[in-house]
Nanobody, 128 residues
Framework: QLQLVESGGGLVQPGGSLRLSCAASGFTLDYYAIVWFRQAPGKEREGVACSSSSGGSTKYADSVKGRFTISRDNAKNTVYLQMNNLNSDDTAVYYC?????????????????????WGQGTQVTVSS
């Protein structure tokens, strides 16, 4: 069983922060780049951030650069997304995803159909 489970979402005020977690089971994250995606109502799923298998390389969507930080603790088999200075445009269901094969590097473009394993998603709502 290869499973990803997101947690940490919720309702937050504009300007607030949340930390999302993506816990893996059934496989080790040591060999996998992990990507956070999000999907807002009526919009396509978009890549938000990627962490290479070692955590040594990261990529971010322009819309979240400087506000979001992806990190990982391979010993805990968990990837995190620290989200700061949230605004209403960040409201979405957030998913973490892994490729079908143990690919360790982040792709130049984060495309949903290139990822095989997905968590169930966690809702982030930014509202006053």
């Amino acid at each position: 069983q290869l499973q990803l489970v997101e947690s940490g979402g919720g309702l937050v005020q504009p300007g607030g922060s949340l930390r999302l977690s993506c816990a893996a089971s059934g496989f080790t994250l040591d060999y996998y780049a992990i990507v956070w995606f999000r999907q807002a109502p009526g919009k396509e799923r978009e890549g938000v951030a990627c962490s290479s298998s070692s955590g040594g390389s990261t990529k971010y969507a322009d819309s979240v650069k400087g506000r979001f930080t992806i990190s990982r603790d391979n010993a805990k088999n968990t990837v995190y997304l620290q989200m700061n200075n949230l605004n209403s445009d960040d409201t979405a269901v957030y998913y973490c995803a892994a490729p079908r094969w143990p690919v360790g590097s982040c792709r130049v473009r984060l495309v949903p159909n290139e990822y095989h394993y997905w968590g169930q998603g966690t809702q982030v709502t930014v509202s006053s």
